[in-house]
């Protein structure tokens, strides 16, 4: 299923390989379209220079810390910016060893 896909990347280096081969499942292509359509093509991070319109989906708990791939709940509409903004600021945090805290805490 779905959800024990998702599962399976816990604790892997989904920066590598394993992690990236989601976005390449079919599962992944629908969940995105769906995701889209349910947030309205609106971009929910919302960060300093948000673009409003989503084209991108962002994992609320990324890969990397242990969220789930393909959950619907564990998914939202980002824009490119809002996406890449809130990576970037985790990847250091994560990277220090610092625990993710509140999943809007970027």
């Not at 590598?16 to 359509?37: E, I, S």
């Not at 600021?89 to 060893?97: A, F, L, S």
Request: include cysteine.
């Amino acid at each position: 299923s779905a959800f024990l896909f998702g599962d399976s990347l816990r604790g892997k280096g989904v920066w590598g390989m394993a992690g990236r081969a989601v976005y390449h499942q079919p599962a992944w292509k629908r969940l995105r379209k769906f995701v889209l359509v349910r947030d309205g093509y609106l971009c929910k991070i919302g960060l300093p220079g948000c673009r409003g319109a989503a084209t991108a989906v962002d994992h609320i708990v990324e890969l990397a810390d242990g969220g789930p791939a393909l959950d619907a709940r564990n998914l939202q509409a980002a824009c490119v910016t809002c996406n890449s903004g809130k990576a970037n600021k985790r990847r250091p945090q994560r990277d220090r060893g610092e625990p993710l805290g509140s999943v809007r805490d970027w």
